[in-house]
């Protein structure tokens, strides 16, 4: 059962839904009460890869002022003045949604942000600094005696920290870069996850995850279009194009072997031609749809062709009209009429003509 489902059938939200099934909710159900919980790494059930990580990393810092320099404040960008920030995309990376937590998490190559018994203070008393030299884990004792001390001495903003926090020996984890470009890397590298490449060069690379078009294709996301053929990806990847270059192409399959044929995905077995080209293709290789096969034919056998051919042709009394036989199957007259005298579906069989 999907979680779009449960969400029907209890009348609730699909956010409400994802958060309970992820432990962000009712932790106390799943024994997390207390501690931290993160997507774990997975994305659409599979192993997140590490080019979208990094491209999740670098989208949080993009919203992190660093313009300050190394020991000045790096304010979060679009919070409300003098608040924590916070970011919904930090709760699954490392189980927090305040941005100061994940920005130390992160900074430090930490697995998961530190559990709710430790907290972090900031030395420059700007709540909405997300600088990992101007955090300093600590006691809510001490975190408190800090705020007492500010009050105290009536400083309201930001101060200049004295001795910030050292970095490690290798230096912040500060993840940058041009995020299209990152973001495109990230759905290559999830394209690959997603193919079963293990054949070798040469044979079949059937897709394996869940999303997959009505005719067999598998699809997902990709230069900023929802559902775009997986052989399509596989073809631009491997000749460095784009799906606006290849747009009025059809990506053909050559597989010798018919069984992965419209799941194939190595780009040895794909060629680019016109659509013509694939139709004579396909009918070479016995692949085209025809019939009960075709999806515009589902509705209809052919084993229903052949009885309507029988009883019009070979009658054993009176002659059904067509139009009493296109009433009985729910079939336009213009459709029987040209099933009856062969002009479509001739594959299905039975007689076309009064002499057969």
């Known amino acids: 059962?999907?979680?779009?489902?449960?969400?029907?059938?209890?009348?609730?939200?699909?956010?409400r839904i994802?958060?309970?099934?992820?432990?962000?909710?009712?932790?106390?159900?799943?024994?997390?009460?207390?501690t931290r919980t993160s997507d774990g790494g997975k994305r659409y059930g599979l192993d997140e890869t590490p080019e979208r990580?990094?491209?999740?990393?670098?989208?949080?810092?993009?919203?992190?002022d660093r313009s300050g320099g190394?020991?000045?404040?790096?304010?979060?960008?679009?919070?409300?003045?003098?608040?924590?920030?916070?970011?919904?995309?930090?709760?699954?990376?490392?189980?927090?949604?305040?941005?100061?937590?994940?920005?130390?998490?992160?900074?430090?190559?930490?697995p998961k942000a530190p559990d709710r018994g430790l907290v972090l203070r900031h030395l420059c008393d700007y709540k909405p600094c997300c600088n990992p030299a101007h955090l300093k884990p600590g006691t809510v004792g001490e975190n408190l005696a800090d705020r007492w001390e500010a009050h105290r001495e009536g400083r309201s903003g930001a101060r200049d920290v004295a001795e910030p926090v050292a970095a490690p020996p290798g230096g912040w984890n500060i993840?940058?870069?041009?995020?299209?470009?990152?973001?495109?890397?990230?759905?290559?590298?999830?394209?690959?996850?997603?193919?079963?490449?293990?054949?070798?060069?040469?044979?079949?690379?059937?897709?394996?995850?869940?999303?997959?078009?009505?005719?067999?294709?598998?699809?997902?996301r990709f230069e900023g279009q929802n559902t775009v053929p997986a052989h399509r990806i596989a073809y631009v990847v491997a000749h460095q194009l784009t799906l606006a270059e290849?747009?009025?192409?059809?990506?053909?399959?050559?597989?010798?072997?018919?069984?992965?044929?419209?799941?194939?995905?190595?780009?040895?077995?794909?060629?680019?031609?016109?659509?013509?080209?694939?139709?004579?293709?396909?009918k070479t290789h016995g692949t085209m749809p025809y019939g009960e096969r075709h999806h515009m034919g589902q509705r209809y056998a052919d084993s229903l062709i052949v009885e309507l051919r029988e009883r019009y042709w070979h009658p054993k009394g009176e002659r059904p009209t067509i139009t009493a036989l296109a009433t009985e199957v729910?079939?336009?007259?213009?459709?029987?009429?040209?099933?009856?005298?062969?002009?479509?579906?001739?594959?299905?069989?039975?007689?076309?003509?009064?002499?057969?």
């Not at 059962?1 to 956010?15: I, R």
């Not at 099934?21 to 009460?33: I, Y």
């Not at 990580?53 to 992190?64: I, T």
Request: aromatic share 8%; charged share 15%; net charge positive.
């Open 246 to 282: 290849i747009r009025h192409q059809v990506i053909m399959h050559k597989c010798t072997d018919n069984t992965h044929r419209n799941n194939c995905n190595n780009p040895a077995h794909l060629l680019a031609g016109t659509q013509a080209e694939n139709i004579a293709d396909k």
């Open 175 to 220: 993840a940058v870069g041009d995020l299209d470009e990152l973001d495109h890397l990230a759905r290559v590298s999830e394209f690959h996850a997603r193919v079963d490449s293990s054949g070798g060069p040469d044979a079949c690379w059937p897709w394996i995850a869940r999303s997959r078009h009505r005719f067999g294709y598998g699809f997902m």
């Open 70 to 110: 190394p020991n000045g404040c790096w304010p979060w960008i679009g919070g409300k003045p003098n608040h924590y920030g916070q970011t919904a995309a930090g709760q699954g990376m490392t189980g927090s949604s305040g941005a100061h937590v994940v920005a130390f998490t992160l900074a430090r190559e930490l």
């Open 330 to 356: 729910g079939a336009p007259i213009g459709v029987v009429s040209q099933w009856l005298k062969g002009a479509s579906r001739p594959q299905a069989g039975g007689p076309t003509g009064p002499e057969q």
């Open 53 to 64: 990580r990094l491209w999740r990393e670098a989208k949080f810092w993009a919203r992190v």
């Open 1 to 15: 059962m999907t979680q779009k489902q449960v969400a029907a059938m209890l009348g609730a939200t699909l956010s």
């Open 18 to 34: 994802n958060q309970l099934v992820n432990r962000r909710t009712f932790k106390h159900l799943h024994g997390t009460a207390g």
